[in-house]
């Protein structure tokens, strides 16, 4: 079952805030006197409305993100955003009332990213659903496997592996890197533990992918013919075996219109196309994984 956020009904308290409020709330942001105004009119507009936002953990549930409205608020949500869409860095519909309600009221017109409120301008009035985490699991070591393959691909394909905390990108390059020694020893592959289960499963086949073919130090610079090969085979290869994952088990029956079903699933999962995540809650803890075997590394020692 996919994640799905908490939904609730609840009511905006905006109003009433003054210049020198909205201006020490958005300290530091660079907006103008005009802005504040702007930003005032909108709440005032927005205050009082009665709609549904929802929670999410990507963001720790800090802000509640709008979800939806009844047709009898919508003028009041219309006016509140186009006042909000004035401070907008790269406005779109500076002092451009008509085309905004046109555009508004032709379905055309979208934020381009989520609305939200603050805590403190919200009081919660129902629960609509609940917060469903992923309920899936490996049954598998996903990262053994790919060393697997790997090693079909290449049996003497020989390195270290880590997850490091301290790598904060999210795009290759970033997010995990290749290490030579000098001396020509095993090379240690660091892999971000800031980024998603899949994607530190597909950034380990993409380092092994450098290695194999040879690229070593100036596998930065250009990605040769040898590693493009490699990808592809390993991915085939995955896709082949699949990585077997467990769907929770979860009640069957209706509940506010969502359905459950009471049934145990196995579906496989291949690195290019994720058709599954990790269970929420699932601690990864520092280890090392080599071709030869593995060992794991806790808080408490080996």
């Known amino acids: 079952m996919k994640y799905q956020p908490k939904i609730i009904k609840c009511r905006l ?13 958005n300290k ?12 005032q009119k909108a709440y005032e507009e927005f205050d009082g409305v ?39 860095p790269f406005p779109r519909y500076k002092g451009k009332k008509e085309e905004f309600i046109a555009d508004w009221k032709a379905g055309k017109y979208n934020p381009g990213c989520p609305m939200c409120f603050e805590k403190e301008d919200v009081e919660e009035l129902e629960v609509i659903r609940e917060e469903v985490k992923n ?16 090693n079909d691909i290449d049996p003497n394909i020989n390195a270290d592996i880590q997850f490091n905390p301290s790598l904060k990108g999210k795009d290759f390059g970033e997010c995990g890197m290749v290490t030579f020694p000098a ?11 800031n980024i ?9 086949a993409h380092e092994l992918a450098h290695i194999i073919a040879g ?25 082949d075996n699949g990585v077997t994952v467990e769907v929770a088990k979860y009640e069957k029956g209706t509940e506010d219109g969502f359905e459950y079903e009471d049934e ?27 071709s030869k075997g593995k060992r794991y590394i806790s808080e408490q020692g080996e």
Request: glycine share 6%.
């Open 196 to 204: 998603p289960f899949e994607a530190m499963i597909e950034v380990l």
């Open 50 to 88: 009665v709609l549904l936002l929802s929670l999410w953990d990507y963001d720790n549930h800090e802000s509640y993100h709008v979800y939806g409205w009844d047709d009898e608020v919508d003028e009041k949500m219309m006016m509140g955003i186009y006042h909000a869409e004035q401070t907008h």
């Open 264 to 290: 145990l699933e196995c579906i496989d999962i291949s690195i290019g196309m994720f058709k599954a995540s990790v269970v929420d809650g699932v601690r990864l803890y520092p280890y090392v994984i080599t």
């Open 135 to 150: 309920m899936i699991k490996y049954i598998n070591n996903p990262f053994e496997d790919i060393v697997k393959i790997m």
């Open 28 to 39: 530091g942001q660079g907006l103008t006197y005009r802005d504040f105004e702007n930003i």
């Open 13 to 25: 308290k905006t109003g009433g805030k003054t210049i020198n409020e909205i201006r020490e709330q």
């Open 183 to 193: 001396d020509d020893s095993t090379p240690l592959i660091d892999i971000s533990t």
């Open 215 to 239: 690229e070593e130090s100036e596998h930065n610079t250009e990605w040769n013919k040898a590693f493009q090969k490699i990808q592809i085979e390993w991915q085939l290869k995955h896709e």
